[in-house]
């Protein structure tokens, strides 16, 4: 079982830069691809970006404005968002799949996130 917390999210201005955090309990920390989505009110759960052993890939709605990053010796994926967008407005969710293959869609993650709210006011 792997347990994943996110935290960094908050209300900042459009225009403004966020780095969300997501700690993994996991032993075997490397092997899994991370990814996150998020999930505005009223909408389906989307996917934002992944990374694994293949590399990163992102959402065409965030490309060129969030990176996402892992750092294996401490258990943690980052995704820094810059240039924020009202609508980057949603919960978001770190994801972790243990195929290691990495993809845009959840129903390929086995562990999920409590989320974290992001709000990005105009």
């Known amino acids: 079982q792997v347990q994943l917390v996110e935290s960094g999210g908050g209300l900042v201005q459009a225009g403004a830069s966020l780095r969300l955090s997501c700690a993994a309990s996991?032993?075997?920390?490397?092997?899994?691809?991370m990814g996150w989505f998020r999930q505005a009110p009223g909408k389906e759960r989307e996917f934002v970006a992944t990374i694994s052993r293949s590399g990163d890939r992102y959402a065409d709605s965030v490309k060129g404005r969030f990176t996402i990053s892992r750092d294996n010796a401490k258990n943690t994926v980052h995704l820094q968002m810059n240039n924020l967008k009202p609508e980057d407005t949603a919960v978001y969710y770190c994801?972790?799949?243990?195929?290691?293959?990495?993809?845009?869609?959840?129903?390929?993650?086995?562990?999920w996130g409590q989320g974290t709210q992001v709000t990005v006011s105009s």
């Open positions: 996991a032993y075997t920390f490397s092997w899994y691809a």
């Open positions: 994801a972790a799949d243990r195929s290691g293959l990495g993809s845009g869609s959840a129903h390929s993650y086995d562990y």
